[in-house]
């Protein structure tokens, strides 16, 4: 399987973020842009903690980020592998660039209440 900025189809597209992203196995495969100054904390509201729980494995292609966990900060910047713990948010520090993996089912779970909070931002 491969994927491509031209061929993975998008998932979101809202306030700068674009997300193109394809389930491939157990696995979601995401090639995802953030603009400098997202934080994604608010649409994780109703998880554990308040925190994705899913785990995420990646690289940064452009750009710096910061991982909050509950009891400490990892900072990624272009360049960096990563694993991201369940129990995390995340803040953008600049324009960022990152492919990303997940297990599905973590995923999923996690992209209901994300887009419910998403949805719920839209309206008011």
Same mark, same amino acid.
């Given at each position: 399987?491969?994927?491509?900025?031209?061929?993975?189809?998008?998932?979101?597209?809202?306030?700068?973020?674009?997300?193109?992203?394809?389930?491939?196995? #157990?696995?979601? @495969? &995401?090639?995802?842009?953030?603009?400098?100054?997202?934080?994604? %904390?608010? =649409? $994780?509201?109703?998880?554990? *903690?308040?925190?994705?729980?899913?785990?995420?494995?990646?690289?940064?292609?452009?750009?710096?980020?910061?991982?909050?966990?509950?009891?400490?900060? #990892?900072?990624? @910047? &272009?360049?960096?592998?990563?694993?991201?713990?369940?129990?995390? %948010?995340? =803040? $953008?520090?600049?324009?960022? *660039?990152?492919?990303?993996?997940?297990?599905?089912?973590?995923?999923?779970?996690?992209?209901?209440?994300?887009?419910?909070?998403?949805?719920?931002?839209?309206?008011?």
């Amino acid at each position: 399987m491969r994927g491509s900025k031209q061929d993975l189809p998008v998932s979101v597209d809202m306030g700068g973020v674009l997300i193109r992203e394809a389930e491939w196995g #157990d696995l979601n @495969a &995401a090639l995802e842009s953030f603009p400098a100054g997202v934080d994604s %904390t608010p =649409i $994780f509201r109703g998880l554990p *903690e308040d925190r994705c729980q899913c785990p995420h494995w990646g690289y940064v292609l452009k750009g710096r980020l910061r991982v909050q966990y509950k009891d400490h900060e #990892d900072t990624l @910047a &272009a360049g960096d592998a990563y694993y991201m713990t369940p129990g995390h %948010t995340t =803040i $953008f520090d600049e324009d960022t *660039e990152l492919v990303e993996f997940s297990p599905k089912g973590e995923y999923q779970k996690t992209l209901e209440v994300a887009s419910r909070n998403v949805a719920s931002m839209q309206q008011g």
